[in-house]
């Protein structure tokens, strides 16, 4: 009864005013269509961007490490991890992207459409410990060229001990992660919670039909 | 490298297998469906060129550099439907701002999935749909996101402002899924096909309705009888 009544009532509607219509259907044509998904929402750009940025260091330090593999220089070893963090994070990013799949992403029903929304920008959080990781290494090297301007003695006992400089890159790439996790990712991490607690919630009425 | 890596995923999360639907446990509750999880563990290469491919057949999400718009086929589909996008902002607008926003971006969201789907008219006319449900879910997300949100009803119009009052005032208190239900039902789509939309189709029951309730353990029968008679 109560449907029948609402239907009644909703085939009476009358028509949005002319003045407050979004977009009149003559005028579709004229639609320039644009990313529906706001910038919260798309990552592939961000994603692209940290993908390119994370090729060029990667190719530089495959340089780097050829070099020091033939001169045996001080930095093989800390550039030998370097390059590995670095090809990583570049299979890591391109996963994301790939699963994404931003394209079709809109076309999967809703709950898949959530879920696959909840992951990507799990991962997303996930993948600020590698920009930590790998700024602690940059930030290191970094402190080696001051040192190195600076103090010649505590430059070559730094270059000599892998341990020490170990140590600094695990100290750095902690308060970097620690920084952002106070700066960026809340902003995340909030938008994350928001979509989980709506789709349990569309779970929970679902369940409880 | 790459084999560490997917040790290292199955490792790190618990992975259910139900009704062709993979349910990620642990870190994230996320239901995927078993082409998708197969694709999250080890995408195809295929794919992967396809992503750099400057002739790539995928449309890009944004093609706002596309002064031309959409397609003639596409542009009189949803022209013809428009009111479908209409209809679902009343559902969620509050005012006509709100109202125009969700409608272009139902119509972006709508052009971009039909765009990557050639198939036929019937798929076309779920894309809208799901276009629709998607997008509204979104907007209720921001919304939910946006601390100081006015959810008043305001608009210029005293006939449809009227009109929108007295509906939500008749939808008022109904969870967001029972709207999407409504607005299905509404759009004479049968009940059947309304999981295709929702993707609710392979939810287990919860465990309390499932499992009727175990009586209470009786540990000591004898000790019990014992206390009650004497």
Same mark, same amino acid.
């Given at each position: 009864?109560?449907?029948?009544?609402?239907?009644?009532?909703?085939?009476?509607?009358?028509?949005?005013?002319?003045?407050?219509?979004?977009?009149?259907?003559?005028?579709?044509?004229?639609?320039?269509?644009?990313?529906?998904?706001?910038?919260?929402?798309?990552?592939?750009?961000?994603?692209?961007?940290?993908?390119?940025?994370?090729?060029?260091?990667?190719?530089?330090?495959?340089?780097?490490?050829?070099?020091?593999?033939?001169? /045996?220089?001080?930095?093989?070893?800390?550039?030998?991890?370097?390059?590995?963090?670095?090809?990583?994070?570049?299979?890591?990013?391109?996963?994301?992207?790939?699963?994404? =799949?931003?394209?079709?992403?809109?076309?999967?029903?809703?709950?898949?459409?959530?879920?696959?929304?909840?992951?990507?920008? /799990?991962?997303?959080?996930?993948?600020?410990?590698?920009?930590?990781?790998?700024?602690?290494?940059?930030?290191?090297?970094?402190?080696?060229?001051?040192?190195?301007?600076?103090?010649?003695?505590?430059? /070559?006992?730094?270059?000599?001990? =892998?341990?020490?400089?170990?140590?600094?890159?695990?100290?750095?790439?902690?308060?970097? /992660?620690?920084?952002?996790?106070?700066?960026?990712?809340?902003?995340?991490?909030?938008?994350?919670?928001?979509?989980?607690?709506?789709?349990?919630?569309?779970?929970?009425?679902?369940?409880?039909? | 490298? $790459?084999?560490?890596?997917?040790?290292?995923?199955?490792?790190?999360?618990?992975?259910?297998?139900?009704?062709?639907?993979?349910?990620?446990?642990?870190?994230?509750?996320?239901?995927?469906?078993?082409?998708?999880?197969?694709?999250?563990?080890?995408?195809?290469?295929?794919?992967?060129?396809?992503?750099?491919?400057?002739?790539?057949?995928?449309?890009?999400?944004?093609?706002?550099?596309?002064?031309?718009?959409?397609?003639?086929?596409?542009?009189?589909?949803?022209?013809?439907?428009?009111?479908?996008?209409?209809?679902?902002?009343?559902?969620?607008?509050?005012?006509?701002?709100?109202?125009?926003?969700?409608?272009?971006?139902?119509? &972006?969201?709508?052009?971009?999935?039909?765009?990557?789907?050639?198939?036929?008219?019937?798929?076309?006319?779920?894309?809208?749909?799901?276009?629709?449900?998607?997008?509204?879910?979104?907007?209720?997300?921001?919304?939910?996101?946006?601390? *100081?949100?006015?959810?008043?009803?305001?608009?210029? !119009?005293?006939?449809?402002?009227?009109?929108?009052?007295?509906?939500?005032?008749?939808?008022? *208190?109904? !969870?967001?899924?029972?709207?999407?239900?409504?607005?299905?039902?509404?759009?004479?789509?049968?009940? *059947?096909?309304?999981?295709?939309?929702?993707?609710? $189709?392979?939810?287990?029951?919860?465990?309390?309705?499932?499992?009727?309730?175990?009586? &209470?353990?009786?540990?000591?029968?004898?000790?019990?009888?014992?206390?009650?008679?004497?």
């Amino acid at each position: 009864m109560e449907l029948k009544k609402l239907l009644q009532h909703w085939n009476s509607f009358p028509e949005i005013s002319m003045e407050e219509r979004p977009i009149l259907s003559s005028d579709l044509e004229r639609i320039v269509v644009k990313n529906p998904l706001s910038d919260a929402f798309y990552l592939r750009k961000k994603l692209l961007w940290r993908i390119g940025i994370i090729t060029a260091l990667w190719l530089i330090d495959a340089w780097q490490v050829r070099s020091g593999w033939r001169t /045996d220089g001080p930095e093989l070893r800390m550039n030998i991890a370097l390059f590995g963090l670095l090809a990583f994070s570049l299979y890591y990013h391109i996963r994301i992207l790939l699963f994404a =799949d931003y394209p079709t992403l809109l076309a999967l029903p809703l709950v898949n459409f959530l879920g696959k929304l909840e992951v990507i920008l /799990d991962k997303f959080i996930w993948s600020f410990k590698f920009v930590s990781a790998i700024t602690g290494f940059y930030l290191l090297f970094a402190i080696e060229g001051l040192l190195s301007r600076l103090n010649a003695g505590a430059y /070559d006992s730094l270059s000599h001990n =892998d341990w020490y400089k170990g140590f600094i890159v695990i100290f750095l790439a902690i308060s970097i /992660d620690i920084l952002l996790l106070q700066t960026l990712i809340p902003k995340y991490r909030k938008l994350l919670a928001t979509v989980k607690k709506y789709r349990e919630g569309i779970f929970t009425k679902a369940q409880n039909k | 490298m $790459a084999v560490v890596f997917l040790l290292f995923t199955l490792a790190k999360n618990t992975y259910v297998y139900h009704r062709k639907s993979f349910y990620v446990i642990k870190r994230s509750t996320a239901v995927i469906e078993a082409r998708e999880f197969l694709k999250y563990l080890w995408p195809n290469p295929l794919t992967l060129l396809k992503a750099f491919d400057p002739l790539k057949s995928i449309p890009d999400m944004n093609n706002s550099s596309n002064k031309s718009g959409c397609e003639p086929d596409l542009r009189s589909m949803l022209k013809n439907q428009h009111k479908k996008v209409y209809s679902i902002c009343r559902f969620f607008a509050h005012n006509y701002q709100e109202h125009q926003r969700l409608f272009t971006n139902i119509i &972006a969201a709508a052009s971009q999935n039909i765009r990557s789907r050639k198939d036929n008219s019937n798929d076309k006319q779920t894309m809208l749909l799901r276009a629709c449900i998607n997008m509204a879910a979104l907007h209720s997300i921001s919304l939910e996101l946006e601390s *100081g949100h006015d959810a008043t009803i305001q608009f210029k !119009s005293p006939d449809y402002q009227r009109s929108m009052s007295s509906f939500r005032e008749s939808v008022r *208190g109904i !969870s967001d899924l029972e709207k999407f239900r409504l607005f299905l039902e509404l759009e004479n789509v049968p009940p *059947g096909e309304v999981p295709t939309f929702t993707g609710l $189709a392979n939810i287990p029951p919860s465990r309390e309705r499932r499992e009727a309730p175990a009586p &209470a353990k009786n540990f000591i029968p004898y000790l019990k009888a014992k206390l009650i008679w004497s």
